[in-house]
């Protein structure tokens, strides 16, 4: 293990043993009181290590500036962006374990626990040969997404405030909350935040850079049944259940994400409820392509107009509402940003691992609020549960790449 960065792994220890749960049920903004006090120490910390311009915007995002080297100011100013809070799993008391040089195939016990991490499992763990593995103690998941980003953007811009020598342009950054509950970063403020482009540090294993996401919409159908003695139905009744299952059986039956990989769209039934005298269901739309993303969104409409007219009535109500769209739409006018962290990574004997992502980042909503912002690897693994861990060699890694992309864009 080198020493260059001898406060990363202290400083992602501490920030781990942190909860700062969001919640998904909270009305307010940030969604839980544990986000703000976690977010109000960081913005100390920043000043600490000797940064200016702290802010807490109203969104609850801490931003921070790193001035450029003299001469440099004319740079493109960089943003690096990471969120704190962390997925829906037990995060109370999250004790990290450290499993130092890792022979790559053992398993390892987590805690006192039945659970363990096991290679045969998670293939992934052979990859960590000699490495520094922290992970749970099998009660709560770990917190490396995204307190691992943190860490590693706070420390690369410790190492250039220690050492100036480096010469480098203008960098901005931005730690946020309520990522996990999709909602974080709705009004990113990218005047404010200044940068001309910038980076979520929020991927997995080491090499991940991402640019495409899906495109995302919720859909919610309710329907009006008209329920009768079941003796004397006949004719009269409409089971709202009954429309309900006959609704669903009209869409394709592999567009559904166990169907489904790489770069195919899906709609995924999340929920239903219902009695013969009402019921609803609630669908996710997925695609990265936006016309196939639009088409299965009219499908949805034209299945219900179908069925209001043949019942002469409108039973069915269907509310549909876009969550966020593919940020490849905006990155494929301008690939600077997804080149140079490719750059940065091949500098580094890093190989880019670039794949459309499943899902979506604050990325996604941010660069359509206008700040291209693909995602860079953060180094976890197996996130949002007690099988999380993460490589300290790879955070470093992660750490390099940040510093090598901001040496390289001058
Ligand atoms: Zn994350």
Do not use: C
Request: overall charge negative; cysteine-free; hydrophobic content about 40%.
């Amino acid at each position: 293990m080198t020493n260059k960065y001898s406060a990363l792994s202290e400083r992602f220890l501490n920030y781990v043993r942190v909860d700062t749960r969001s919640d998904e049920d909270a009305t307010k903004r940030p969604s839980s009181d544990k986000e703000v006090a976690f977010l109000r120490k960081l913005a100390q910390e920043l000043a600490t290590i000797g940064l200016s311009d702290i802010q807490t915007m109203s969104d609850g995002y801490v931003f921070a500036k790193l001035p450029a080297s003299p001469g440099l100011e004319n740079v493109p100013n960089i943003g690096f962006i990471a969120h704190v809070d962390t997925a829906d799993f037990n995060s109370e008391n999250i004790q990290p374990q450290i499993v130092e040089n890792y022979d790559g195939k053992s398993i390892i016990p987590l805690g006192t626990t039945a659970y363990q991490l096991d290679p045969a499992v998670f293939p992934s763990l052979n990859k960590y040969q000699g490495h520094t593995l922290i992970t749970t103690d099998g009660t709560t998941l770990l917190g490396a997404d995204d307190k691992a980003g943190v860490a590693e953007i706070i420390t690369a811009i410790e190492y250039l405030i220690n050492h100036p020598d480096i010469q480098h342009g203008p960098v901005s950054l931005a730690f946020g909350p309520d990522e996990e509950i999709g909602t974080g970063a709705d009004h990113f403020d990218t005047k404010a935040f200044g940068a001309d482009f910038a980076y979520t540090v929020d991927g997995g294993p080491l090499g991940e850079l991402e640019w495409e996401t899906f495109n995302a919409a919720s859909a919610k159908l309710h329907i009006q049944g008209q329920n009768v003695h079941p003796g004397t139905a006949k004719g009269a009744m409409i089971n709202a259940n009954q429309v309900a299952m006959d609704f669903h059986a009209q869409l394709p039956v592999h567009d559904r994400p166990e169907e489904t990989s790489g770069r195919e769209g899906f709609w995924h039934l999340i929920e239903m409820s219902g009695t013969p005298d009402e019921a609803n269901l609630t669908y996710i739309i997925r695609d990265h392509d936006r016309q196939k993303f639009e088409s299965r969104k009219d499908q949805l409409i034209a299945i219900a107009d179908q069925f209001n007219a043949k019942f002469g009535q409108d039973r069915l109500t269907l509310t549909i509402q876009d969550q966020y769209y593919n940020m490849g739409d905006i990155l494929k006018e301008n690939m600077a940003p997804v080149e140079l962290a490719e750059q940065a990574m091949q500098a580094l004997s890093i190989k880019p691992i670039i794949e459309p992502i499943r899902g979506g980042t604050d990325g996604s909503k941010i660069s359509f609020l206008g700040l291209p912002t693909p995602n860079l690897f953060a180094g976890g693994e197996n996130m949002h549960g007690r099988f999380e861990y993460v490589s300290l060699e790879v955070m470093e890694a992660a750490t390099d790449v940040i510093l090598k992309i901001i040496e390289l864009a001058r």
